[in-house]
């Protein structure tokens, strides 16, 4: 049973281009959130996808998008990169809970990208 | 808001004993679920444990196990016997159906021999 994967694994930036980082995941999994991680922090929730839509979003600017696509693998987007978004990016999915409650909702990451700006 | 608060930096165990890793939690909701994540070197976010808000029953996962008290919104991790493998960041979770997972800042383990 295939894990969450993230690709590429390591990238190298410079300050004003655009990046776009890939996950697919957990078999099963039908929704899709992303992380930014900064050294010696908690990753920071940034979107979460499900049905090909963005049904959550943290405090991150518009440079950040995203995407979905039919069979649940997700794109993270950061255009205009600056320093500051120097951070491992970590992808979890889940499958979303049915019946009555929040459901355990368990997200299962991925080994994540290490994105550097410089 | 909802927050997540781990008070320890940086804690340190000798391999076989116990240790207890700190966390507490700020919210106004009564349905939520509570977890444990381990990130080791590796940068693999691994889930340790989760604890069901609604369950007054703590959580046990072999060497793991968790003392949820609601009224005081604390949620800590103990870890018996003690092994060279458990040394990682671990990280305090909230989570729920209003929230995506809410991180604490971590707590640096590292296991002596």
């Known amino acids: 049973d295939a894990g969450v994967t993230q690709s590429p694994t390591h990238l190298i930036k410079t300050r004003g281009q655009q990046v776009t980082l890939r996950c697919s995941p957990k078999s099963g999994h039908d929704t899709v959130s992303w992380y930014q991680q900064a050294l010696g922090q908690g990753p920071q929730f940034i979107f979460q996808?499900?049905?090909?839509?963005?049904?959550q979003r943290g405090n991150f600017p518009d440079r950040f998008s995203g995407h979905q696509f039919p069979n649940y693998s997700s794109e993270l987007n950061v255009n205009a990169l600056l320093l500051g978004d120097s951070a491992l990016y970590l992808c979890?999915?889940?499958?979303?809970?049915?019946?009555?409650?929040?459901?355990?909702?368990?997200?299962?990451f991925g080994p994540g990208t290490r994105l550097t700006v410089t | 808001a909802q927050t997540v608060t781990q008070s320890q930096p940086e804690m340190s165990v000798q391999e076989a004993e116990t240790v207890t890793l700190s966390c507490t939690y700020d919210t106004s909701e009564s349905d939520y679920y509570l977890f444990w994540y381990k990130q080791p070197p590796s940068r693999q976010m691994i889930l340790v444990i989760r604890?069901?808000?609604?369950?007054?029953q703590n959580a046990t996962e072999n060497r793991f196990s968790v003392n949820f008290q609601k009224a005081a919104k604390s949620f800590s991790l103990k870890i018996s016997d003690s092994q060279l493998g458990d040394a990682a960041m671990y990280f305090c979770?909230?989570?729920?159906?209003?929230?995506?997972?809410?991180f604490g800042k971590g707590t640096t383990l590292s296991v002596s021999s």
């Open positions: 979770a909230y989570r729920s159906a209003r929230t995506a997972l809410i």
């Open positions: 604890q069901e808000a609604y369950k007054q």
């Open positions: 996808y499900y049905e090909e839509e963005e049904r």
């Open positions: 979890a999915s889940n499958r979303r809970g049915t019946g009555v409650g929040i459901g355990p909702y368990e997200q299962y």
